[in-house]
């Protein structure tokens, strides 16, 4: 199975900072990586796929970058909105698999 | 509108079963490929099965294999799985999701995202 190694596994910011979450695949998955962001109660949005690709409605300041098997979902000015749980997932091969989680939360 | 309803959760005996539904509105449901991802609650996220448009292939989480069986009815929009000899480790939120394959300008494959998901449906297995 590919591992997804998801860091931090949370963090304390404030609004307007810029954040970074990372992902590293235990393998080679090109570009098939995606970032959710989940709501307390409520079910995962698709927020980036294709490691750097945006779905239509998601605000700018979100952004994905790959450098081989390591992945980055950053968030350039984090609004109140956005202190979630956020998870990688990689659909280059089931099964397929999720990071651990990156809860952030507000300092 | 465009949702995933599921139902059928519920609290059940280990070694017992239960079916979960997935009904799809506001989408063309024969053609989307369609997985169940499940979620303890307050924990992270396990993708349990995969089909395919219209009807196939199918794939299985190792940790489900040989006891769960996913199933559609495209002229019902509904998307089934089917639960058996459940353990207490099942129990979890299970989301009903569709898959949507991205290409890019070549045409070639980049990603396929989880980006329907339901509000979930709630397996409680007790000892």
């Known amino acids: 199975d590919i591992q997804m190694t998801q860091s931090p596994s949370s963090l304390s910011t404030s609004v307007g900072d810029r954040v970074t979450i990372t992902c590293q695949a235990s393998?080679?998955?090109?570009?098939?990586l995606n970032w959710y962001q989940q709501r307390p109660g409520k079910a995962p949005k698709l927020l980036i796929y294709a490691a750097t690709e945006l779905p239509r409605g998601v605000p700018p300041r979100f952004s994905g970058s790959r450098s081989e098997k390591d992945f980055t979902l950053t968030i350039s000015s984090l609004q109140p909105d956005d202190f979630e749980t956020y998870y990688c997932?990689?659909?280059?091969?089931?099964?397929?698999?999720f990071g651990r989680g990156t809860k952030v939360e507000i300092k | 509108e465009v949702q995933l309803v599921e139902s059928g959760g519920g609290l059940v005996q280990a070694g017992g079963s239960l079916r979960l539904s997935c009904t799809a509105s506001?989408?063309?449901?024969?053609?989307?490929?369609m997985n169940w991802v499940r979620q303890v609650p307050g924990k992270g996220l396990e993708w349990v099965s995969y089909i395919g448009s219209p009807s196939g292939p199918i794939y299985y989480a190792d940790s489900v294999k040989g006891r769960f069986t996913i199933s559609r009815d495209n002229a019902k929009n509904s998307l089934y799985l089917e639960m058996n000899a459940l353990r207490v480790e099942d129990t979890a939120l299970y989301y009903c999701?569709?898959?949507?394959?991205?290409?890019?300008?070549?045409?070639?494959?980049?990603?396929?995202?989880?980006?329907?998901w339901g509000q979930g449906t709630m397996v409680t297995v007790s000892s």
């Open positions: 506001g989408i063309t449901f024969d053609t989307y490929e």
């Open positions: 997932q990689q659909s280059f091969r089931t099964p397929y698999t």
């Open positions: 393998q080679n998955i090109n570009s098939f």
């Open positions: 999701t569709s898959f949507t394959n991205y290409y890019d300008r070549s045409g070639d494959k980049i990603s396929d995202g989880f980006d329907l």
